[in-house]
């Protein structure tokens, strides 16, 4: 029996996979398809599939030439799995001509004829071109604009910010076409807005875009009430929006994994979380403006919430606050949150600096997650006897926006809202959080 095996993504299932699949499975007896994973697509650099992996091996099979379908997870597995199931005949398509020679080592190496004309690349570009619009135009607005050039599937389209200079010049600088007069022009030439207005900005704008029925992309701290943002989501899901919150660590594949590996119970029971991030931030700024929603709560609460939340849940029994105050704003906050069976604890700073990490303690091992833990690439797991420790690493490209505008631009096409990376709950949960602190419900002064 001849043995053959192909790899692919198989994104958008279209008629030149459907031809290689044919060609290849002709070449022998048996064919074996590997489907790319979507941790490793992201790890290449393939920031932009629509189909998630279930939907693309489906696909495959769906094809009828496949006699057996794996996921290809990691750089060299192809010489495993060739080796693995005595494959006699490595087959691609041409695009990758003299690209896998080295495997004529293990087996023979067979370049196909590619279809020419179609794509999943083209097929992308032709089913998704959401033409974002940014409001804001600070610095997180700038790294922004810059990431979402690594994502298909997107233009910039239009910039709008309350001062036209500022809107005028943030265009010339990263090479956007327009910027808008006023906000309803604005919300004329976009599909989607992102929000990087100032925060206490953000709910006004965000019932505007809702309204004028577009997809919103909100930066943290989303809004200052848990009624705001309860109105927000039922208008999103009236009119079937994607109404996100732009939590960057909440899509970035190392606190993904962390989080998964933790609830399949590798260190035991969690019995504490501690998370802080500090940023000294210069007085002067907005962030420490007690009258602009300014403060180190505020500010950065979003951040350790998340794991806290993701780990031991919603339904917590109390939370207290301690904070240093300065100019009527916290410049430290340390927040305790109790559980009926474990507790948790967060800082955040603006003017106050400590250690940026996270450690998850369980009745097994704990888990170590160095500064800054919320963009991490690293973290490891240690165990009282150390040579079971194990350390995971894991790829946080460039400023890591990218996985969530990857994550943003795919919800709205595949229309895909069931398994949200951070769900409507866990965000009413932050804001719940953040409110209880606005109205100074056990907040003790230092
Ligand atoms: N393929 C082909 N003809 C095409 C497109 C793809 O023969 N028109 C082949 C590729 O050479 C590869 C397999 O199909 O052997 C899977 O390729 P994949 O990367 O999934 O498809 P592309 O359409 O090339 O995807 P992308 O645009 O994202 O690179």
């Known amino acids: 029996m001849t043995k053959v095996i192909t790899y692919g993504t198989f994104d958008l299932l279209h008629q ?31 920031m932009n599939t629509i189909d998630n992996l279930m939907d693309r091996i489906e696909a495959v099979k769906r094809t009828g030439f496949a006699d057996k379908i794996i996921v290809e997870e990691y750089q060299g597995q192809k010489i495993d799995d060739i080796q693995n199931y005595e494959v006699d005949i490595f087959a691609i398509g041409s695009d990758w001509e ?14 196909l004829p590619r279809t020419e004309g179609i794509s999943s690349t083209k097929l992308r570009e032709d089913k998704l071109n959401l033409r974002i619009g940014v409001i804001g135009t600070g610095s997180i607005a700038y790294r922004f604009v810059q990431e979402a050039q690594y994502v298909s599937g997107n233009t910039i389209s239009i910039v709008y910010n309350t001062s036209i200079s500022l809107a005028k010049d943030f265009c010339e600088k990263l090479n956007i076409k327009e910027y808008a007069k006023d906000l309803d022009e604005f919300l004329t030439k976009c599909d ?42 039922a208008l ?12 960057k660590t909440a899509y970035c594949p190392s606190f993904l994994h962390l989080i998964s590996l933790l609830k399949s119970g590798v260190i035991g029971e969690i019995v504490d979380v501690n998370a802080s991030i500090t940023t000294l931030t210069d007085e002067k700024s907005d962030k420490l403006n007690s009258k602009l929603f ?46 009926e069976r474990s507790i948790a604890s967060f800082q955040v700073g603006l003017g106050v600096k400590s250690e940026g990490n996270m450690v ?11 500064a800054p833990w919320w963009k991490t690439d690293f973290f490891e797991i ?35 809202r069931r398994y949200l990376k951070l769900s409507k709950e866990e965000t009413l949960a932050m804001v719940k959080v953040q409110e209880a602190y606005i109205k100074k419900e056990n907040t003790y002064i230092l």
């Open 192 to 233: 989607a807005v992102y929000i990087a207005s100032p925060h206490y900005t953000h709910y006004y704008y965000a019932k505007r875009a809702l309204e004028s029925l577009k997809h919103v992309l909100c930066e943290t701290p989303f809004v200052s009430s848990l009624e705001q943002a309860e109105e927000l989501y």
């Open 294 to 339: 300014g403060g180190s709560m505020i500010e950065n609460s979003f951040f350790p919430l998340l794991p806290i939340f993701k780990l031991m849940g919603l339904n917590y029994e109390n939370i207290n606050f301690y904070s240093k105050m300065k100019n009527d704003v916290d410049i430290y906050t340390k927040g305790v949150i109790k559980y």
């Open 16 to 46: 030149g996979h459907i031809n290689i699949l044919k060609r290849a499975k002709e070449l022998g007896d048996y064919l074996i398809v590997g489907v790319t994973s979507d941790h490793f697509d992201l790890e290449r650099g393939k």
């Open 360 to 370: 998850i303690s369980g009745t097994r091992a704990y888990v170590y997650v160095p």
């Open 98 to 111: 003299g690209k896998f020679d080295y495997l004529n080592e293990y087996c023979q190496v067979r370049y």
């Open 236 to 247: 999103a899901k009236l009119n079937n929006l994607n109404l996100m919150v732009a939590h």
């Open 382 to 416: 240690r165990f009282e006897d150390i040579n079971k420790n194990k350390k995971y690493f894991y790829p946080f490209e460039g400023e890591g926006l990218r996985y969530e505008i990857k994550d943003f631009i795919s919800t709205i096409y595949s229309n895909k």
